[in-house]
């Protein structure tokens, strides 16, 4: 005979509810009789009324109708489409809560997914140290990406709203820099005087897929791309000179082209329509050049922050040799190379590494060396020919390091590791595997990079145990 309990609560009911977490998409985490409730816009602390909209075995979902005991970290969202947006979480919370909120969330990782100990008062276990924020917490990203839309006969442009494909229009995000801002909305005015067609992804029509708006923050040059359904823009001439009328900083014009049925932006082919190939900029002072689909962080004031805090973590005297296993286009690489005696790089996507050269090459750094691939097979060639690794930083993307890669890393015994983390939940998985392999994790720096999102970096310095 089955056991199972029946959830206390049915759709549509309406409950109150304490609410005691944050859940990883930042809704409020409240229970009845044991039964987990997600409830967005609510915040630890508060006592809600909500009406149950989902119901599933371990788990519901609530709509949030009335406040009845407010958070003292609830603060008015100062964007306009807070609610519809799914760009940002956490506007709601004030942003000391914020970070507070992050190094928690980081603290019950380690805790519950790494299965280690974190220091309490008498401090014994890893230090999570406290989340490093922004001044200014607003207009840092050097980035837009939108997708464009039709609606009633007009373009729109905007983000989608959570958890769907339709577009939000948008004129201003406040987490963007304001040129982005400007740029997003003058192109789609521009593209609808021209009678530019907006794709469907449904009907796989239309031309105008994504604007993508780059802007480096030391320099002020900006870079348009167009993401289009098909290989000619109609008008083209004259959309490029109207663009440039618009804003002087623009140095570059190009247009990708994807046509497949798909929801990743970017195609294969990308031409320049006009004006250079790449804008520049600086982290520190090191030079990158910036192409239209290379990666390259996206809050470049705490980037700085991030790289500077693993500079110091790693310890380099100038005599060390050090790999950066997930090197990208070379941005840690290149800040470690200005300390290190040697680095040398490795990355899978081959046009990543073709970046990276042209960044050291434009720093006058000699002493990098950069190999497409993956880690976990180049690393241990490496070793084969001599090279034996002081340091070792990683730089994963979300999913974390491949598990081969870690056991690379624990056979090839460097004295230090660096991890650089997206993602606090894998990088808990993997500080496990690496004490198990005879590592121990110092402390761990969580750093904000995304303000008002409920993603959070970390800089995570390791020993080898002797």
């Given amino acids: 005979m089955s056991t199972t309990k029946n959830p206390p609560v049915t759709k549509n009911m309406e409950v109150t509810i304490e609410i005691i977490g944050i859940g990883h998409s930042g809704e409020g985490v409240g229970r009845i009789n044991g039964y987990t409730l997600f409830i967005k816009g609510a915040l630890p602390g508060e006592r809600v009324k909500a009406k149950v909209i989902k119901v599933k075995k371990n788990y519901g979902y609530g709509k949030l109708l009335e406040i009845v005991e407010k958070s003292e970290s609830r603060t008015e969202p100062p964007c306009d489409i807070y609610n519809q947006c799914g760009g940002c979480q956490l506007q709601h919370m004030d942003y000391s809560a914020q970070l507070e909120w992050k190094r928690q969330r980081v603290m019950a990782n380690l805790e519950r997914i790494g299965k280690l100990e974190v220091a309490n008062s008498q401090g014994t276990g890893i230090t999570v140290l406290p989340t490093l924020g922004m001044d200014e917490p607003w207009n840092y990203r050097n980035k837009a990406q939108v997708p464009i839309g039709e609606h009633e006969g007009g373009l729109v442009g905007g983000f989608y709203a959570q958890g769907s494909h339709r577009i939000i229009d948008m004129d201003t995000c406040l ?59 109609p008008k083209e001439e004259e959309f490029i000179n109207q663009i440039r009328d618009k804003f002087s900083q623009v140095v570059s014009i190009c247009q990708n082209i994807n046509m497949k049925k798909t929801n990743v932006i970017f195609g294969d082919q990308t031409k320049t329509l006009w004006g250079k190939e790449v804008i520049y900029d600086y982290i520190g002072d090191v030079k990158f050049a ?54 040398y790089g490795v990355e899978i996507v081959k046009e990543a590494i073709e970046d990276a050269k042209i960044n050291a090459e434009l720093n006058g750094m000699s002493n990098v060396e950069f190999v497409v691939g993956k880690a976990e097979e180049v690393i241990p060639k490496w070793k084969e020919t001599g090279i034996e690794a002081d340091m070792i930083v990683v730089d ?35 500080l496990r595997i690496l004490e198990d392999g005879g590592f121990r994790t110092e402390q761990v720096q969580p750093v904000d990079m995304f303000p008002h999102t409920v993603h959070v970096e970390c800089v995570t310095p390791l020993v080898l145990n002797t």
């Fill in 175 to 233: 987490i963007q820099h304001d040129l982005n801002n400007n740029v997003i909305r003058e192109v789609k005015n521009i593209a609808q005087q021209l009678g530019i067609s907006a794709y469907d992804e449904v009907t796989h029509k239309g031309l105008l897929r994504h604007v993508v708006v780059k802007i480096a923050f030391h320099t002020n040059e900006l870079m348009v791309v167009l993401v289009t359904n098909g290989e000619r823009i």
């Fill in 396 to 430: 994963p993307p979300r999913k974390g390091c491949d598990e081969t890669l870690l056991q690379t890393i624990i056979a090839m015994k460097p004295k230090r590791v660096v991890y650089v983390s997206c993602d606090s939940a894998t990088l808990a998985r993997d």
């Fill in 290 to 343: 910036i192409s239209a689909r290379s990666f390259y962080q996206v809050n470049p004031v705490q980037t700085k922050i991030l790289y500077e805090k693993a500079l110091e973590y790693a310890g380099l005297t100038g005599e060390e040799t050090v790999i950066d296993a997930y090197c990208g286009i070379g941005t840690i690489s290149l800040f470690l190379a200005q300390k290190a005696k040697k680095v």
